[in-house]
């Protein structure tokens, strides 16, 4: 087989322990071609030492940048030495920028200096199997309209259970894995292009050829900050007309759930991301049912988990969702137009893909049952 090159992108934010282990991992990958990408987000748990330490350790060599690096370096700085499978590109961030733009900073860099034809966008709280890049790269030849490969994702602490297997989401902007706590027996290995919306971002491969249709300088909306990123990338590709495909001969162990600590702070980046992306995506024609109905329900599923859980925090989420989305409307426009002008696929075919139920009612009323019954 042909081996095209790979820039793996990791991010790192006070979760070295975690980052440590997914490079041990992914540095035993069965893969001629590939070079690593590791940035972190201003870290404040000595990480930027021990990751030091780590290459040191085992021989790995490690090239240093700031956030500022000029995104075309002159070939004295930064030559093909620096472009193998035994070197580790650390890129330091300013600040914490969180998933989107933190990845974004990344992924600029290596489509300007490493010139990849893939990305693979890499979760820390995981781990690789030695075949995953082998695998994945087998699957995305065999079709040029692949945009994103998602793999199968297991979790970390139990290889038989199911992580995902590509993300549901409904046409009003709730997800859910598919087959998430289930024991894996390959029910979803012939489902390939189907029952799924969406690749999950704890790791998927994405082609250059996407990224250069649709922006390279900013793949990931940075406004989102934090999840849904993935939805919003999976919703665009569909819209440019390109696939995304589960690859299950590829598997990768997720921990899920490491940051942030506070589950409110990550219920509310998920309910204002999806009202933006919802904004940003559907046309218009579709948008004018999709986002009063989606409010609607959203406030319903708020009232329910407020009345149920006896916790005022959902329902003020909800409200601080909607007012962030109006204060963010004019930036929320401009990024629509630029998605709408690219346009290649009607949503009415998108929708194929989509769940006509919502979701989230299916999730409130499985906890009802779950506590009270």
Not at 166 to 181: E, L, P, Q, V
Request: with cysteine.
């Amino acid at each position: 087989m042909e081996f095209p090159k790979i820039s793996i992108i990791i991010l790192n934010w006070n979760n070295v322990n975690d980052t440590i282990k997914c490079l041990e991992s992914v540095y035993e990958l069965d893969y001629p071609n590939y070079n690593v990408v590791l940035l972190d987000n201003n870290s404040t748990d000595n990480s930027l030492n021990r990751i030091r330490k780590y290459c040191s350790d085992y021989n790995i060599k490690i090239s240093e940048f700031t956030e500022e690096v000029d995104n075309k370096l002159k070939k004295e700085i930064f030559n093909a030495e620096n472009n193998s499978n035994n070197n580790l590109i650390l890129i330091k961030n300013k600040k914490n920028y969180g998933y989107t733009k933190g990845n974004n900073i990344g992924i600029k860099f290596a489509l300007n200096n490493l010139i990849p034809n893939y990305l693979l966008i890499l979760n820390n709280d995981t781990k690789v199997d030695k075949n995953l890049l082998k695998n994945m790269v087998l699957t995305s030849q065999k079709d040029e309209k692949i945009a994103i490969l998602q793999p199968k994702l297991l979790f970390y602490d139990d290889h038989k259970i199911i992580n995902t297997t590509g993300n549901k989401m409904d046409i009003f902007g709730s997800t859910m894995a598919r087959g998430f706590c289930e024991i894996d027996s390959g029910q979803f290995d012939n489902l390939r292009t189907t029952g799924f919306f969406y690749a999950s971002g704890a790791c998927f491969m994405i082609k250059k050829k996407f990224i250069l249709e649709f922006n390279k300088d900013e793949l990931f909306d940075s406004l989102l900050f934090a999840y849904h990123e993935d939805v919003d990338l999976n919703f665009t590709a569909r819209i440019l007309g390109f696939n995304i495909v589960y690859c299950p001969e590829a598997i990768c162990y997720h921990k899920q759930g490491g940051s942030p600590k506070n589950y409110y702070i990550k219920l509310y980046w998920i309910q204002r991301n999806k009202f933006r992306i919802i904004i940003k995506n559907y046309s218009f024609q579709y948008l004018i049912f999709i986002l009063p109905t989606s409010i609607f329900i959203d406030f319903l599923s708020a009232l329910f988990s407020t009345l149920y859980r006896m916790k005022l925090e959902y329902i003020k989420i909800f409200l601080k969702s909607i007012i962030w989305n109006i204060k963010n409307i004019s930036n929320t426009i401009e990024k629509r137009k630029i998605i709408q002008s690219k346009r290649k696929v009607s949503d009415k075919e998108i929708m194929q893909f989509m769940e006509l139920k919502p979701l989230n009612f299916y999730i409130d009323i499985k906890y009802l049952l779950n506590k009270y019954i």
